[in-house]
């Protein structure tokens, strides 16, 4: 039980939430986004407090308030939209990575072109780590 009136019960790999004991929502065991809005939605409809929500799925409190927060905020389709944060470099736009190749095949060092565009090194690793830019690899002299 969440509250006297609100319950949660998990069968056959779904999480089943009780109103008075009729269900009204549910979602896969594994689903955390569903989690996260359902719990939400709990809250933000007065059925729960933040706590209680806390005691009962032993989930952080920031997390918690962070999630009400946001539906609040942005509302449901903020849950439900795909992340486009991963992989994209914000900073290695077109014209910034065509500078980058070219002092890169003139031989200068990526901490001294870090350094030139104001970037972290490891934003240019990276992006020569997924074939967005070149490393020029030189022959060391009188090697054989």
């Keep these: 039980m969440i509250t006297p009136v609100l319950g949660v019960r998990e069968k056959d790999g779904f999480v089943h939430y009780l109103l008075s004991g009729l269900p009204i929502y549910s979602h896969p065991v594994e689903d955390l986004i569903k989690f996260r809005y359902i719990t939400s939605n709990l809250l933000i409809q007065g059925l729960c407090k933040n706590k209680e929500i806390v005691d009962c799925f032993h989930v952080s409190g920031d997390s918690v308030r962070r999630w009400k927060k946001k539906l609040s905020e942005e509302g449901e389709s903020a849950f439900f939209m795909p992340e486009n944060r991963h992989g994209h470099s914000h900073k290695l736009l077109p014209d910034v990575l065509a500078r980058i190749q070219g002092q890169l095949d003139k031989g200068k060092s990526v901490n001294g072109i870090a350094k030139e565009e104001g970037i972290s090194e490891g934003s ?13 690899r030189q022959k060391k002299r009188g090697a054989n």
């Excluded at 240019?124 to 020029?136: C, T």
């Design 124 to 136: 240019i690793r990276y992006a020569v780590s997924r074939g967005r830019l070149k490393k020029n």
